[in-house]
């Protein structure tokens, strides 16, 4: 990777993700009028990858103004505009594009592109698959896409959310420091693809709920598309039984809230999971909806299929989601009838002759020459040219933050290494995936009194970094001082060089376990390998700047006093090889 390289939510705020600066109606209507639709070869060109960054300001603005309770203008005009299908159409030639096209580039995305051009692309389906879940959440939206997208729509969340029922390996915790320096670039882009790729299905499941709510609306061949063709029940009531949101590693029980891995609480246990929840609202939505049961066909597996969902309804469950005690009274019905009223129904299916086709991802899988189309995209999209474009663009959004200073940018447009006297932490309040709040800013000035001091990290295989050790100086404490929060991305910057790490600091449940905690917390940030310098930030108690975060409901209490900077040298023993580019930012957290 080159100089620059940022976590996923420093390209979304430089590209109009979600800490961007909010739309306003007239911008928003005008953006999506400009919406077009590229065809597979057009896949990262200029002009597509224009449209990713509005998409991404769109989809952040369209939350913000659900989550505010504010006029959702950017879903009106989503609507009136007639976009839905266009945006539905655009999700499946990415879909195509990365099934077909990115495994002949996947070495390149890993080896020889920025993480800031290959995030920007990969980020495309979570994107456009987030807007899509924030607007069809209402009726007239849902009315407003045509039938034919509809149908792709509903095959595309059936794929997704069958990918859940296989078998990945999810990174739950922080990789060891160890495994970071032995792993290859295209083990750390297989994983950023991994968990977006787990985003998007689980976002698909909101989608099917959103689509199962408005079933009496939908044009007639949803029903039978969602009832038989992709038999979404079975699918839906696997999906309960497997449980993809939650993983158990060891003694720990790992659930997915947020759009993040958290370890689950006692308090957590029995708590209905809102991924989950969505799946128990789209088949009780299905199974007691008169028109959908029609369509439904039972055998003696499904029918065993669909009664392994009764014991799990039981009272804790039914006080947290009162509605599915119609799907209790539905399943008690099927017990009893032994499903004989389904057997008029069936009479009825048999007529059905004319069933609306998927035209869209069958037109886009005609073509044949995947490997050429892949080779000539590296070549004109993917190459030189991007890779610059991308880097003066995060450039352009450090100066605009601040997150650079002038001297920084003119040793590196002359060729020459600066000297900064201090490091710039920028600390965000994670709330959950890609959605980040300001906290703070804070400035470690390096301390000239103390002798610097040599530094080796050694990892496997015989690799060795050098580098050396610069104390900081003591950080005062002011009188009005906030704790860093709970869960945080911490972004520093040295040199022109930023580093990233996501951090989770301990907290207490109570104020009165506060003096349980560790006095002194230290988190690194950057790898000396990778970024060419850590950082190490010591972070202590301070009970006076202790807070509650109101939306984790936990008491942080750890303020940055002082630490020290570790800075790489220029000319590694032995030279770093294939296996030490490229890693993730180091999260070092030790009480």
Known sequence: MGALDFSEADLLQATGGKDAEPMQALEAERAILDLKLFNIAEVGCSAWMRQQEVVERLNAQAHRNAQQHSDEFVVEALVSMDRLSLLITDLLTFEVWKEKVFPYLRTHFAVSLDSVTSYLVLYHEPALTNLL?????????????????????CDWCHRSASRLLQPITLPLTPADPKELLTRSPEDDLR?????????TSMASLTILRYLSDHL??????????????????????????????QQRRGKQVHQYVGGQWVVAGRDSRGRLL?????????????????????????DSHRMEQLQRLRPLLNDV???????????????????????QQQQGSDAHNACLIIEQVPSIREALLRRSDWEKLAMQQKETFFGRDTQELSHSRLQAFMRALNLADGSDAIAESTGQQAAPAAVRVHVWRRLKLDLLEPWGDYTCRLDSSHATEAV?????????????????????????????????????????VSAEAWVELPAAETRQLIDKLPKIVWVTVGLLATDG????????????????????GCWCVYVPVGGALNVGAQSPEPAQSEGLKQHPALINVIG
Do not use: Y
């Open 274 to 298: 809102q991924h989950e929840a969505q799946a128990w609202l789209a088949v009780t939505n299905l199974l007691t909806d008169a028109g959908s049961r029609a369509h439904l066909s039972l």
């Open 216 to 245: 009496s609306t939908l044009p007639l061949g949803i029903i039978p598309r969602l009832m038989r063709t992709n038999d979404t029940v079975a699918l839906l009531v696997s999906l309960i039984l497997a449980k993809p949101w």
């Open 456 to 496: 080796q990290v050694e990892g496997e295989q015989g690799t060795r970094v050098h580098g050396t050790r610069q104390r900081l100086q003591a950080m005062e404490v002011a009188p009005d001082a906030k704790a860093l929060p709970w869960r945080s991305k911490v972004a520093v910057v040295h040199g022109g």
């Open 533 to 552: 310098f850590a950082l190490q930030l010591k972070c202590r108690k301070v009970e006076a700047a202790a807070h509650r975060d109101s939306a984790l």
């Open 191 to 199: 994983e950023r693809e991994v968990e977006m790729s787990f985003a």
């Open 317 to 339: 469950l039914l006080d947290q989601v009162p509605v599915l005690k119609n799907l209790a009274l539905f399943l008690d019905q099927l017990v009893l009838s032994g499903g």
């Open 133 to 153: 879940e924030v607007t069809l959440f209402h009726q007239h939206a849902c009315e407003a896409v045509s039938e034919s997208a509809l149908v792709e729509l």
